[in-house]
Nanobody, 124 residues
Framework: QVQLVESGGGLVQAGDSLRLSCAVS????????MGWFRQAPGKEREFVAT????????EYADSVSGRFTISRDNAKGTVYLHMNSLKPEDTAVYYC?????????????????WGQGTQVTVSS
């Protein structure tokens, strides 16, 4: 059973940068398409970014495009979300997700495995 553990969240000011990590264990990371989602209080979980198994194809939500970068190191079993120019509206719990069957996915239902989430709070 694959397990995902996020880390790197915290409290930052608007304009700051932050890097989230998702450590994957229990299986070979290269088998999985990976994604990042986020959920703000009172809102539904929303897609942030996804990356293909080899790392050559990425896709982003319009709200983060140009500011966030998803990457992966299959040898280290880790996926990253580099977040620049953070805004208060980026405040949310950020979740890492994985699936071994899809080609790409931007929907919550596309992913079978989820981490427990890490809180990101951006103050104005």
């Amino acid at each position: 059973q694959v397990q995902l553990v996020e880390s790197g969240g915290g409290l930052v000011q608007a304009g700051d940068s932050l890097r989230l990590s998702c450590a994957v264990s229990g299986d070979t990371l290269s088998r999985y398409v990976m994604g990042w989602f986020r959920q703000a209080p009172g809102k539904e979980r929303e897609f942030v970014a996804t990356i293909s198994r080899g790392g050559d194809i990425t896709e982003y939500a319009d709200s983060v495009s140009g500011r966030f970068t998803i990457s992966r190191d299959n040898a280290k079993g880790t996926v990253y979300l580099h977040m620049n120019s953070l805004k208060p509206e980026d405040t949310a719990v950020y979740y890492c997700a994985a699936d071994p069957t899809i080609y790409s996915g931007t929907g919550y239902a596309d992913y079978h495995y989820w981490g427990q989430g890490t809180q990101v709070t951006v103050s104005s």
